[in-house]
């Protein structure tokens, strides 16, 4: 895992829209996964700045969110479709086609059936750059503590504490949040290629921690990344206060960027 350390949310995103400027400029198999929550926003800002200079477009490439909501209606403005269209759709943003992005469908008659048409659909589009936040609870997706490290796309139930994280969205009411989702399993984030994980603020501090310097467990479900052999952990200050290494991993992240590696 390769671990930046930056002073603020700010100097992340910086980084991480460089990042995903080059990956997606430089590949034939042009699939982005995206995330939702509060942490990758301003890095979403930042690609519709660099479109708006006419320098960077998800035009062609086929974008594939982590997961859903069940039961809240699309037009919601909480619903992961809804967000993400807002962020990323059009000229006026980052050039993303609708009909290029994918998110499962959290109304389907049988939601079970949509996890696996979902399912199918993010192991074909092959995913090159799966971008991620982190719970909390050290939920990737939405893969909840106790979720199998080796889970596909499914029907989960959201935590307590997921739920009491996200009732900011939702007017502050808890059970405001939905109970469901679907989310793409642990198992099958760790099928793309590379994966850029971003945290930001104090509150992530403990799941950082748990996620880069604890074994490897499903009662943490983000740190399956260890096993991963291409992911890259942006943290701010805040996020990576908890960790034991910070110095190490400053000094590796500084001379292996110097020397191109
Ligand atoms: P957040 O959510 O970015 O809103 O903190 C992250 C996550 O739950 O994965």
Known sequence: MKIGIFADPEAVADVAATLVITAMARTENRSLGVSTGSTPLPLYARLREAHARGEFTLEGVRAYS???YVGLPVEHPQSYRRVLFNELVGEGRTGLREEDLHTPNGHAEDVFAEAARYEESVIDARIKLQILGIGTNGH????EPGTSLSARTHVEVLAKQTRS????FFGDDPDAV???CITQGAGTIMEAKKL???A?????ATAV???VEGGISMHWPGSVLQWHDSV???ADEEAAAELENADLYKERWELTTRRNM
């Open 66 to 68: 982590l997961d859903e």
């Open 140 to 143: 990737i997706g939405f893969n």
């Open 165 to 168: 994280d996200n009732a900011r």
């Open 178 to 180: 939905p109970e469901l």
């Open 196 to 198: 850029l994980l971003l």
């Open 200 to 204: 930001t603020g104090a509150t992530k």
């Open 209 to 211: 921690r748990a996620v």
């Open 232 to 234: 890259v952990l942006l």
